[in-house]
Nanobody, 115 residues
C-alpha cells in the first residue's frame, strides 16, 4: 500500500498550488479520501474530504471557497487545488485513505507560503 503526494512547494501569498496523491496497492475507488495538514507546533487538521464516487465533498471552514478536492478513480489519484493561499496555509499536507477499519497515510508534501 502506498500513497505518494506531490505538488508542494514555495508560493507567494495569493498564489495557487495543486497537490496530487497517487495511490497504489489497494482498491482506491472504494475509499473515502481526505487531505490533512500539519503546521509546526500544531496538531494535524482535516482540510477536505471526498467520498468514493467524488460526488460528496466537505471542507474545513478555513479553506472553504479557496480549496477544491477532486479525484480521478481511473488514475487512482486525489487532488487538492489550493487558490488564494495565505501564510497560515503553510504546512505539511498529507493525503489519507479510509474505508471502515482500514486507514492509510501518505508521507506528506511541504507547502510554504511566503513572499
Amino acid at each position: 500500500v502506498q500513497l505518494v503526494e506531490s505538488g508542494g512547494g514555495l508560493v507567494q501569498p495569493g498564489g495557487s498550488l495543486k497537490l496530487s496523491c497517487v495511490a497504489s496497492g489497494f482498491a482506491f475507488s472504494w475509499y473515502d479520501m481526505s487531505w490533512h495538514r500539519q503546521a509546526p507546533g500544531k496538531e494535524r487538521e482535516l482540510v477536505a474530504t471526498i467520498n468514493p464516487s467524488g460526488g460528496i465533498t466537505n471542507y474545513a471552514g478555513s479553506v472553504k471557497g479557496r480549496f477544491t478536492i477532486s479525484r480521478d478513480n481511473t488514475k487512482n489519484t486525489v487532488y487538492l487545488q489550493m487558490n488564494s493561499l495565505k501564510p497560515e496555509d503553510m504546512a505539511v499536507y498529507y493525503c489519507k485513505a479510509t474505508m471502515s477499519i482500514y486507514t492509510y497515510w501518505g508521507q506528506g508534501t511541504q507547502v510554504t507560503v511566503s513572499s
